[in-house]
């Protein structure tokens, strides 16, 4: 099993992996949501308990959205689609390196727009070298 690529992200995973980057913090909202945060702004969520097949909704780049849509597996994130989210309805589908960096993408592209101060007090921008 040494070789064989992970697919899906569960929600321990995503804590794991969220809970690292600089000023993430981490709630629940209506009721089940596990939502992640960059100053105060929603980048990632999920259901807590990981059910509807542990699917995952983020913000993504406006000029993504449309070629991520157009994938078998990602539509457009029920009430949050106007503001650029995307629902992963079949995590695993997608390779767990490929979640990863779409929520690396999803934190950078919602920490861009806080204040130029904030930002730099958050530092540097993090990465998924080193990661499993």
């Known amino acids: 099993m040494a070789g064989k690529p992970r697919h899906g992200l ?10 690292r980057w600089p000023g993430v913090t981490r709630d629940i909202k209506w009721g089940d949501n596990l939502v ?22 983020f913000k993504v780049a406006d000029e993504r959205f449309l070629e991520l849509t157009d994938r078998p597996g990602i539509i457009p994130a029920p009430y ?4 650029r989210w995307v629902s992963v ?7 767990t390196t490929e979640l990863q960096a779409l929520l690396l993408d999803a934190y950078i592209t919602v920490r861009a727009k806080l204040t130029k101060k904030l930002q730099a ?9 080193g990661k499993p």
């Open 36 to 57: 992640f945060s960059v100053g105060g702004k929603m980048f990632v969520m999920t259901h807590e308990d990981g059910r509807e097949g542990g699917r995952l909704a």
């Open 89 to 95: 309805t079949e995590p695993s589908r997608f390779a």
């Open 80 to 83: 949050l689609a106007r503001a």
């Open 10 to 19: 569960d929600p321990s995973q995503l804590e794991a992996l969220c809970g």
């Open 121 to 129: 007090e958050l530092g540097p921008l993090p990465t998924l070298k």
